[in-house]
């Protein structure tokens, strides 16, 4: 509490010196007034940070200074979804995805999911293929239940990589860490999201030694099942 106190009266003062000399004290009011909002969300003070947060104009709320306090804040508030929403609707106006990035590890699972799904879509809407941004939103597809989704991706991150088959590893252990369907994720170059599996062969990339199990999804991912 005595933190947020201190910071408190160093907010006011520096709102008094902005009057004075807004061209060079603004940049410090900022920078005194996103610590304060940051230490009351520590404090489990939201009412009293979402009162200061209110009080930055809206277009500066995405900014460096209060993109951490204010993800938090949604974050406490249940409203995360809502922002991410109101990110894929702003364009080159969202926030930089490495600021986002950073409050992210911060973030509880669900709402660190949230945020980074909407980073890794960013990625790859600019062409950013590596294959940790294809790895990350398929383990947030297969942690949500969307396998489909999860293995579309997959497929795509086979399609145009540089090295198929160590990215065909990497998909074998996300699916084994998982514990998911060891779906087949195409022939040649048509996508097949799903096969059967035959009468008695494992579900589960789980279900079999791991050696076997990743060598499979191999050759689900290659096309040579």
Same mark, same amino acid.
């Given at each position: 509490? +005595?933190?947020?106190?201190? $910071?408190?009266?160093? !907010? %006011?003062?520096? =709102?008094? *010196?902005?009057?004075?000399? /807004?061209?060079? &004290?603004?940049?410090?009011?900022?920078?005194?007034?996103?610590?304060?909002?940051?230490?009351?969300?520590?404090?489990?003070?939201?009412?009293?940070?979402?009162?200061?947060?209110?009080?930055?104009?809206?277009?500066?709320?995405?900014?460096?200074?209060?993109?951490?306090?204010?993800?938090?804040?949604? +974050?406490?508030?249940?409203? $995360?979804?809502?922002? !991410? %929403?109101?990110? =894929?609707? *702003?364009?080159?106006?969202? /926030?930089?995805? &490495?600021?986002?990035?950073?409050?992210?590890?911060?973030?509880?699972?669900?709402?660190?999911?949230?945020?980074?799904?909407?980073?890794?879509?960013?990625?790859?809407?600019?062409?950013?293929?590596?294959?940790?941004?294809?790895?990350?939103?398929?383990?947030?597809?297969?942690?949500?239940?969307?396998?489909?989704?999860?293995?579309? $991706?997959?497929?795509?991150?086979?399609?145009?990589?540089?090295?198929?088959?160590?990215?065909?590893?990497?998909?074998?252990?996300?699916?084994?860490?998982?514990?998911?369907?060891?779906?087949?994720?195409?022939?040649?170059?048509?996508?097949?999201?799903?096969?059967?599996?035959?009468?008695?062969?494992?579900?589960?990339?789980?279900?079999?030694?791991?050696?076997?199990?990743?060598?499979?999804?191999?050759?689900?991912?290659?096309?040579?099942?």
């Amino acid at each position: 509490d +005595q933190q947020s106190e201190i $910071l408190a009266r160093l !907010v %006011a003062l520096d =709102r008094i *010196a902005a009057q004075k000399d /807004p061209a060079t &004290q603004t940049d410090q009011l900022m920078s005194d007034a996103s610590a304060w909002a940051t230490v009351l969300l520590d404090e489990g003070k939201a009412e009293q940070a979402r009162k200061v947060i209110a009080e930055i104009p809206p277009d500066q709320r995405w900014s460096a200074n209060w993109l951490g306090p204010a993800i938090r804040l949604a +974050q406490a508030d249940g409203t $995360l979804p809502q922002m !991410v %929403a109101q990110w =894929r609707a *702003a364009g080159s106006h969202a /926030p930089n995805p &490495q600021s986002v990035r950073s409050v992210a590890a911060t973030l509880s699972k669900p709402a660190k999911d949230i945020v980074m799904a909407w980073v890794y879509e960013q990625a790859l809407a600019t062409r950013d293929f590596s294959a940790p941004s294809f790895l990350g939103l398929a383990a947030i597809h297969l942690d949500s239940g969307d396998v489909p989704g999860a293995m579309q $991706l997959l497929q795509r991150m086979v399609l145009v990589s540089s090295d198929q088959y160590a990215d065909m590893d990497s998909a074998a252990s996300l699916l084994e860490e998982r514990h998911r369907p060891a779906v087949g994720v195409g022939h040649g170059r048509i996508p097949e999201l799903r096969r059967a599996a035959a009468v008695g062969e494992p579900r589960l990339a789980g279900d079999r030694p791991a050696a076997d199990a990743a060598d499979e999804v191999r050759l689900q991912l290659d096309g040579r099942e």
